[in-house]
């Protein structure tokens, strides 16, 4: 495309998921550039139930959710054949997480869904600018075929 | 890129309108597409002064502006040695217009500025999910320079 060295897919598992993955994989492969995937793990903040035995430990093992998503994506990568994919699960807001991550590991093209839980909506929020302006490289939304 | 026919460029004039159309201009060679520019020149709704002789006609000329602007698009597109783009000016909203264009000439990817005047912010606006849906192909923002 335009010699990009660094692509990330970032992925939910819904249905969209696959053509999110592969189009960014033939771009990356396209480039020659190196292909990380990342799903973000949406952090629960807990809710203070007390002591109420009514209610018990309803706290979500965010931990648990995180080896989950981990198998989640390998399961992926070996079904579409992406042995050099570096793999990353993590937990928070997929807002932050995505963009963060692009600025840690300098990715210069991040493919999200036009929809879904890791979807632009959900990236851009309420404030399309602010994100867009924070977001230190391309971005391209796949138009998801129902 | 992944087989795209049919590239656009939606281009406002601002300094980062070149970053758009040079990256636009190497997918669609890349992908041997068609490749079309469009500029939406954006309509001010006229104000009524009455009669008002202190005012006068100050009305805007659109007319006159989209002859500006495909001036302008004819000077980018020798700069730029485009000889086979399709120059489009058109009235409206740009978030209308562009949505229309990429239905109507069937594009498949539209590249935008991550901002400016035609930056995927204004596309967005505050209803970022109901406009990625109505939009029927991807969209690649490209990071400005500063």
């Not at 990009?4 to 396209?30: E, G, N, P, T, W």
């Not at 990380?36 to 093992?61: F, K």
Request: charged share 20%.
């Amino acid at each position: 495309m335009n010699d990009y060295k660094h692509v990330l897919a970032a992925i939910d598992f819904s249905s969209s998921a696959d053509q999110v993955l592969l189009k960014a994989r033939d771009i990356a492969q396209r480039n020659n550039a190196k292909f990380s995937l990342l799903h973000v793990v949406e952090y629960m903040p807990p809710m203070d139930y007390g002591s109420d035995p009514m209610i018990g430990n309803w706290g979500v093992d965010e931990s648990e959710m995180q080896e989950q998503a981990k198998l989640s994506l390998q399961r992926i990568s070996e079904q579409h054949k992406l042995e050099n994919a570096d793999l990353n699960v993590l937990l928070g807001t997929p807002k932050h997480e995505i963009s963060q991550f692009v600025q840690d590991q300098q990715c210069d093209l991040v493919v999200i869904g036009s929809h879904g839980r890791h979807g632009i909506g959900l990236l851009l929020g309420s404030t399309a600018n602010a994100v867009l302006h924070a977001m230190p490289c391309d971005i391209l939304a796949v138009k998801i075929e129902e």
